[in-house]
């Protein structure tokens, strides 16, 4: 009996640590998860977004090292899967989401409703737990448990924001920064394209994506675009996507972007001739110029829309 006992918390506390350790790299797609809510604004998200991830580790810690199992932690792990889990009814019910619900990150991809279940048996784990025998808890009233409570308490809540820094520094080259000029879009028209442009790109302002579908980075830039989308539908949003055809299912599995206009370009050559060598790329065009460049970080909702409405 023991023995279980501690392996279902050994298993119970790596899985939050392990929950909050691939949320972390990268952060942003958490934080885009967060901002696709619809009431959690995404100034707010890097922080928000940081503080779950410490509170996953403080709670995986504590259910590990035994830290008031019965009057808190346990408490608390309940309390944050039962909020993941409604988040998830939230994104099924209302955001009509079946794509990757975030909770691993992009490291195992899950549907909401897979989640839910893995919540479920997370539950029935702290469950367990509380209804058996307690071994090796650490009693509240010993300066011991004071200690270590106050100082996993603090590392778990720094090291999110110690090990992925809220500053970002934009490494990108010169030609990711030149602006200003008419890229030769007449690329995407041509008539060896498998689906060109429906719409005309070089007519007036459209935000458009040049991305990769096995790209990461471009995922996630996807992923933050259709969080923008949903946000403000009228955001003339465009993706010109390259790679091989048959990944776009798992592309979007992951990006839950397939209600964005997309084309497929054809050749690598021409998605380089577009582009550079730097991606995923956001460019802002005006009737055709290139009047900003950005990635999915720099990119924002606020400044997207002060462009788009600006005479």
């Known amino acids: 009996m023991k023995f279980a006992v501690l392996t279902i918390r050994l298993i119970l506390g790596i899985l939050f640590i392990y929950s ?6 990268p952060v942003e797609l958490f934080e885009y998860t967060l901002a696709n809510s619809g009431f959690i604004p995404w100034e707010i998200t890097p922080y928000l977004a940081r503080i779950i991830i410490g509170a996953e580790w403080l709670i995986g810690g504590w259910i590990i090292l035994g830290i008031s199992l019965r009057r808190i932690t346990l408490q608390l792990a309940a ?44 539950l029935m784990m702290a469950y367990l737990i509380y209804i058996l025998p307690p071994y090796f808890e650490f009693s509240n009233n010993t300066k011991q448990y004071a200690n270590i409570a106050l ?119 021409n998605f380089l001739q577009l582009v550079g060598p730097v991606y995923p790329v956001i460019f802002w065009m005006n009737d055709g110029v290139v009047e900003k460049k950005t990635d999915h970080i720099s990119t924002t909702q606020e400044a997207i829309e002060k462009w788009l409405y600006a005479k």
């Not at 909050?20 to 790299?25: A, H, N, V």
């Not at 010169?174 to 995407?188: A, N, Q």
């Not at 259709?226 to 592309?251: D, I, R």
């Open 20 to 25: 909050g350790y691939t949320k972390l790299f």
């Open 79 to 122: 309390g944050l899967l039962i909020l993941f889990s409604i988040y998830l009814l939230y994104q099924i019910l209302y955001l009509k989401q079946d794509g990757n619900c975030g909770c691993f990150g992009d490291t195992i991809i899950m549907s909401p409703a897979q989640a839910i279940w893995k919540n479920v048996l997370l």
């Open 151 to 269: 100082f996993t308490f603090v590392l778990s809540l720094a090291l999110p924001f110690t090990l992925n820094s809220l500053f970002y520094q934009n490494d990108s080259n010169h030609s990711f920064t030149r602006t200003g000029y008419r890229p030769p879009l007449e690329i995407l028209y041509d008539s060896i394209q498998p689906n060109p442009p429906t719409m005309e790109l070089r007519k007036g302002k459209w935000i458009v994506a040049f991305l990769s579908l096995s790209c990461p980075h471009c995922k996630l830039a996807a992923y933050k675009l259709n969080v923008m989308k949903n946000a403000n539908p009228a955001m003339p949003v465009y993706l010109v996507l390259n790679g091989e055809q048959e990944e776009l299912p798992a592309f979007y599995k992951e990006t839950n972007a397939e209600r964005l206009p997309y084309n497929f370009l054809k050749g690598k050559e």
